[in-house]
């Protein structure tokens, strides 16, 4: 069997179908993710001391604290990319990708840190769960999204489905500054943000804030690994609903030229 070669220097055989969407691969983005969340651990775990009053349960700041950043970045990328999509001269399918993609990553880092929140709150506050400000909040912004991935799953057309979940996604959004905003708005357990506080004063510093912000940063690479694979696996996806649709077209035509023949 022969091979042949894709303009990117990809190989695949001879019998594979033309203009067949290739699976994404391991890439440098990867390895840089896979590097990235390797020194987290290191320095999360070994290097940053414990916490002179929680412990060692302080440590799960260092997934907890980037975890609902990603979220908040994952849900802002959505927004910005549904924006796209409506606005005429900017709309394009992959706009509807990219905002599906983001979002779909921003509800498991959303319900990550809800999860890391409750572990880290069973020793801190004594319980699992409170009907807090912050928490009740994020449980909104997950169900939220929840919802508007579901929308993602109706059959409609590519532009009825974009336009109703672009909207779907600026009014979920709503509910990010909610979410951030909540610890200042209300009287909660939950304390005030570490970093991005009304006051704007960093409330960590040495080893524990390099931590911190080494962590922010694997996290985000690793959105970025998400997102771009995601995308790409939604093009392939997309790619094959319209070949399906073209097939069923061509089949349908065939079989009414056999059918005036006989």
């Known amino acids: 069997m022969t091979s042949t070669y894709s303009p990117d220097g990809s190989a695949h055989s001879g019998g594979a179908r033309p203009g067949a969407a290739r699976v994404p691969r391991w890439s440098v983005l990867g390895a840089a993710t896979v590097l990235a969340l390797g020194v987290q651990a290191v320095l999360a775990l070994w290097v940053a001391p414990a916490d002179a009053n929680q412990g060692d349960a302080q440590r799960l700041m260092y997934i907890h604290v980037p975890a609902a950043w990603l979220a908040y970045l994952a849900f802002t990328v959505t927004a ?16 509807d990708l990219v905002a599906g993609a983001s979002a779909e990553v921003g509800v498991v880092f959303t319900a990550l840190t809800l999860a890391l929140g409750s572990l880290w709150g069973r020793p801190v506050w ?35 489905r974009g336009r109703r979940c672009a909207i779907a996604a600026l009014i979920a959004f709503a509910d990010v500054p909610v979410v951030h905003f909540s610890v200042t708005w209300w009287e909660t357990l939950h304390q005030e943000a570490t970093v991005f506080n009304p006051k704007l004063e960093t409330n960590i510093t040495g080893t524990m804030a ?34 399906e649709l073209a097939n069923a077209i061509a089949e349908r035509i065939e079989t009414g030229e056999s059918a005036v023949t006989v």
Not at 82 to 93: A, D, E, G, K, Y
């Open 126 to 160: 004594g319980t699992w769960w409170e009907w807090d400000a912050r928490l009740t909040t994020t449980a909104v912004l997950l169900f939220l999204y929840l919802g508007y991935l579901a929308l993602r799953r109706t059959g409609d057309s590519p532009d009825e």
């Open 210 to 243: 390099w931590t911190l912000l080494w962590s922010v940063v694997a996290f985000t690479i690793l959105y970025v690994y998400l997102v771009r694979s995601r995308t790409q696996l939604a093009e392939m996806q997309e790619g094959l609903e319209e070949r």
């Open 80 to 95: 910005v990319a549904s924006v796209l999509w409506l606005w005429p001269r900017t709309r394009s399918v992959k706009w």
